[in-house]
């Protein structure tokens, strides 16, 4: 069965940072190019980035480009999302999404980031 | 990269026909064919249902339809049931080889 698991949210103080991680299983994760959307409280969703298969190839939203930065790890089928310098507009679910061919065809359960003093 | 525009709410009654739109521009929705659809029902992730602008996704009724002209791509529900209700958001490969989501639409089953 597939599954992205979603973990590492949690409140944080604006300036700091935080490091999401999303464990895959249940496919070849290798093969396949990553994305992270988010989504703030009641609101819609927010693509922030795309990872190709190897790592080599990077892509963010403008409103994250210079903080966050994705990366992977195939020998553990673990996505990442490194959140830096975080203000309280990144408050959101984040959920990381597989890429079926320039679309997400499968999401994990998210996880909440709360940036707040 | 602006949102795509959808409208924030529709509603129809069990049975009927709506339409959800899309609009985007010329470096988005109107160039490419990867428009894709994503329904979010209350407290859940959302779930893929339309890819490629008019494909249905493995396992999605075909009550659900999909397709483009120019600049707008526009999600069909036909039939409509209760458990449609919920969430609906567009997105669209990009130019800048980024993605773009619409701000989603609300769709309520009276």
């Known amino acids: 069965e597939m599954q992205l698991v979603e973990s590492g949210g949690g409140l944080v103080q604006p300036g700091g940072s935080l490091r999401l991680s999303c464990a895959a299983s249940g496919f070849t994760f290798s093969s396949l190019w990553m994305h992270w959307v988010r989504q703030a409280p009641g609101k819609g969703l927010v693509w922030v980035s795309i990872?190709?298969?190897?790592?080599?190839?990077?892509r963010y939203a403008d409103s994250v480009k210079g903080r966050f930065t994705i990366s992977r790890d195939n020998a553990k089928n673990t996505l990442y999302l490194q959140m830096n310098s975080l203000t309280v507009e990144d408050t959101a679910v984040y959920y990381c999404a597989r890429d079926g061919g320039r679309n997400l065809d499968y999401w994990g359960q998210g996880t909440l980031v709360t940036v707040s003093s | 990269q602006s949102a795509l525009t959808q409208p924030a709410s529709v509603s129809g009654s069990p049975g009927q026909s709506i339409t959800i739109s899309c609009t985007g521009t010329s470096s988005d929705v109107g160039t490419y064919n990867y428009v894709s659809w994503y329904q979010q029902l209350p407290g859940k992730a959302p779930k893929f249902m339309i890819y490629d602008v008019s494909n249905r996704a493995s396992g999605v009724s075909n009550r659900f339809s999909g397709s483009k002209s120019g600049n707008t791509a526009s999600l069909t529900i036909s039939g409509l049931q209760a458990e449609d209700e919920g969430d609906y958001y567009c997105t669209s490969y990009t130019s800048r080889a980024t993605w773009v989501f619409g701000g989603g639409t609300r769709l309520t089953v009276l």
């Open positions: 990872i190709n298969t190897d790592g080599g190839t990077t």
